[in-house]
């Protein structure tokens, strides 16, 4: 069965330093989406991306943010100067061509846990 | 505003038990309404999905929308342990012209099921 990947499964990082965090989509999918879940809080949107581009994007996700399809299989996100704010789980989530009546799952994958020290 | 209210528990039910989980929300462009399950450490898995105002059942799980209350449930009859997890309600506007359908999610009920 087709997943997600997300690769570091934990990544300690230090105070302002960049961080790069990867997702493998899967293969026919074609919306990619990053979302976020501080502990104890909600899984947030962050951002949305189709066709080289973002969708849309919440207000978390700030200049500090910025993500990149590589190439045909990969999706990252990159944090520049990460906050201890930024201390979270990160999901990457990927869905089919949405039609006008029909529903499209999306797929997360396991998450990265980002620890800023 | 999106948002999405729900009762994060704990919930606590013995094996064999109907459990009872709600979501409340307040913007009613939401369309589709979906109950996602997170183990620990895990990423969220599909449940059921449900668009617009009805019922959905799907074995042990019935998926209940009432738009004109923005209010939402899920059912599970029978409960097993294995049903324990943490339960998250998420929501989506297909139409806002965004293209994007993000999704808005409650916090989660934390469910543990006892032998």
Redo the contacts between chains.
């Keep these: 069965e087709p997943e ?1 990947t997300q690769t570091p499964s934990h990544q300690v990082t230090q105070m302002g330093q960049e961080v790069i965090l990867r997702c493998v989509p899967i293969s026919n999918h074609l ?1 990619f ?1 990053w ?1 976020r879940q501080i502990l104890g ?5 962050l951002v ?1 991306f ?1 066709n080289n581009e973002i ?2 994007k ?1 207000e978390i996700f700030d200049d500090q943010f910025s993500v990149e399809r590589p190439d045909g299989s990969n999706f990252t996100l990159k944090i520049r100067s990460t906050k201890l704010e930024d201390s979270a ?1 990160y ?1 990457c ?1 990927s ?1 089919d061509l ?1 039609g006008d009546s029909s ?9 990265t ?1 980002l620890t800023v020290l | 505003q999106k948002e ?1 209210e729900q009762d994060p528990g704990p919930l606590s039910v013995p094996e064999g038990a109907i459990v009872s989980l709600n979501c409340t929300y307040s913007n009613s462009a939401f369309q ?1 309404f979906m109950w ?1 399950r997170q183990y620990s ?6 449940l059921m ?1 449900t ?1 617009s105002s009805g019922n959905k059942e799907d074995g042990r799980f019935t998926a209940q929308v009432d738009k004109s209350s923005k209010y939402i449930s899920l059912f599970i009859r029978d409960s097993q342990p294995s049903d324990s997890a943490t339960y ?1 309600c ?1 929501m989506s506007d ?1 139409y806002s012209g ?11 009920t934390k469910l543990s099921v006892i032998p």
């Design positions: 997600v919306y989406y979302y809080q909600k899984v947030e949107f949305s189709y969708s849309e919440s789980m999901f989530a869905s949405w529903y499209n799952e999306q797929f997360f994958g396991p998450g846990r | 999405v589709y996602y450490r895990k990423g969220p898995e599909l999905y668009y998250l998420a297909p965004a293209g994007s359908y993000q999704l808005t999610f409650g916090k989660g």
